[in-house]
């Protein structure tokens, strides 16, 4: 029974022929213990088919059985596994180059992590955060102009513009309704996307914004009726051309205004906040402390100092912007704050030694005068003799600087610091202060002006009247020109120039105001002497109005130069004596009777104070050539009380059309302001007030 069964699945096994390529179990040769039955010649006969076969599936390249003791032999030798395309060898370098490509993979792999995690992180974490973050300018609060009683002159108001954005509304109404519609079996976020086009409703910010429901309609142009999913015709319906992007809806409104609007938070409302400039008193303080103007460095258009004080201090006045790193959407619009970059830094105030009382007197006195005489302008200055500080310093016309439309090439001039001028006999003084200099002359020298004129070199100079025989005094009480010129022939060549230098005149004051003018002192030669007499008397050199208040506060000192100074500062500024105290008095005491009876003056004269002082009556200059014989310029410099002076007031009109003297038409501009100077500032009266007849 047992010798039967082996023999039976031999027989079973051997009837089929195994397919082609196919793995089969492997054929052992069957030893004759246990085949006892079959012959050998049948044996080596299926032996030899077998061989044939095996020999033929492995010529086609077919696979046997892995138990085919010739495939075994093979994976020992030449085969790979059961086939005879590849061998050993050739497995093994397949493994090597498969292994080896994945670590060369994964060492580039590697060294590419190290390269943007490590080695350049930092570009790669800019780059990403330029996606979501982007650094904002926090403008600084720009710092206060003060006068010297601390009330402001120029000031910051914040403000808020508040803009919509049609794109940007409909574009949200659109995908709020395609995210609805595409989600039917997300009631949740369809509930909640409901709610948000709920409250875009226009009507809403119509109401806030205090504008038509129907103009924010047609600027949206919603359209329900378009397919929301299809991408092209949501991009059709979009809004386009001028005004798409911004729809103003309030403009430089204060930030308790806006937020009525902006807290809305309503799709496509952008809010913009910014400091604008102020000026409380507009006209009299326009030139002085200048205006803003757009900054053309400044990517976000910020503002900066153009003229005056707002361009001199520009640096103290506007201080350092902060950066703050802030959170943006895809739309690029911010979302929160997320941290300071950079510290802000407030503006310093700046105060000035103006006086805003006095300012206002001075300028609408100037603007008085102005109109009276239909003169092309007026300026003046009042300066406080003992520390040089600049009280008043107005120029009309003026504009209001709160409105530059108004603003014109003349009228934004600060003319007693950039125009330069011929002065005229308001320089009479520093000549006889150079006669006193010299020691060839006193206060009571007499100098012979008969017979009223004086020939020098083929020209002319005449007084109104014959004065005679006139002393120092006299010389500026009827401001005689012969008195001068011989004066000016009898000194070297240099000595009335030299004074004039002492005094400042021909270089910039300390004041160092932008665009500020130097004038202009030449010192003539020997022969010269047309030039020489001239200058005696103002003409033939340049100068500012606020180089003859400074030389002229220098004289009120007793000799002491105080540099004028615009800004209130408790540690003044090095003065220097230029000349000696009983000269510079005695000069003072003689143009007291200027504005004394017999004077050139005697408008200026204010009861209760003796006044000193000095006209000029100029001819302007003709462009073409010479002077003009119907066109002047008037000036009058003067100081209260002449006892002790206190105060000194300088002020200029230019071509007056009423009357043609200084004494008639800038000394009453004097008279009134320094009245009013005198009475804020508690001068003790030094004169005896005139009385009423009984």
Known sequence: MSDKKPKSTSAKNTSKKPAIGKVTKPLRRASAAKSGQTSDKAAGSRKAKLFDRIKKSDTKGTHTSARN???????????????????????????????????????????????????????????????????????????????????????????????????????????????????????????????????????????????????????????DSIDVTDEAAVKAALPSGAGSHYLPLLNKVTPEIAQSVSSLDFPGVHEKNFFQRYYPQPQSNAQLLGFMGQNANDPEGGYEGRAGIERQYEKDLAGDDGK????????????????????EIPGKDVALTIDSRLQYLLYKELEKAGRLQKARWSTGMIVDVQTGEVLALSTWPSFNSNNLNEMTGENQRNRALLDVFEPGSVMKPFTVAAALDSGKYTPTTLIDTNPGSIRVRGYTIRDHNNLGMINMATLLQKSSNVASTKIALSLPPDAITNMQRQFGFGSKTP???????????????????????????????????????????????????????????DKPQPSKRIMAREQAMSIVQMLESVTEAGGTARAAAIDGYRVAGKTGTSRRINPEGGYYTDQYRNVFAGMAPASNPKLVGVMLIEDPRGQIYAGLTVAPVFHNVMKEALRLYNVPLDKPLKTEPQ
């Open 69 to 223: 003791p010739k495939s075994k032999r093979g994976f020992l030798g030449k085969a790979s596994g059961a086939s005879s395309r590849g061998g050993f060898e050739q497995d093994k370098n397949r493994f090597r180059t498969v292994w080896g490509l994945a670590l060369v993979i994964l060492v580039l792999l590697i060294g590419r992590a190290y390269y943007i995690q490590v080695a350049n992180a930092q570009f790669y974490q800019d780059k990403g955060n330029e996606l979501i973050t982007s650094e904002r300018t926090q403008k600084s609060y720009r710092g206060m102009i003060t006068d010297r009683n601390d009330l402001p002159l120029a000031v910051s108001a914040p403000l808020a513009t508040v803009s919509f954005s049609p794109h940007d509304y409909a574009s949200e109404y659109y995908e709020l309704k395609r995210i609805i519609l595409t989600n039917p079996n997300s009631p949740q976020l369809q509930a909640r996307m409901q709610k948000r086009l709920d409250n875009m409703d226009l009507t809403t910010l119509a109401a806030a914004a205090n504008i038509s429901v129907d103009e924010l309609k047609k600027a949206t142009a919603i359209d």
């Open 324 to 343: 703050v790193l802030v959170l943006k959407d895809a739309k690029q619009n911010s979302l929160k704050e997320i941290k300071q970059l950079e510290p």
């Open 511 to 569: 004041l160092q105001f932008p665009g500020e003018g130097s004038g202009l002192i030449v010192t003539p030669k020997e022969k010269e002497t047309s030039r020489r007499a001239t200058v005696s008397y103002g003409y033939g050199l340049q100068v500012t109005l606020a180089q003859v208040a400074q030389a002229y506060s220098a004289l009120a000192a007793g000799g002491v130069m105080h540099p004028l100074t615009l800004i209130k500062n």
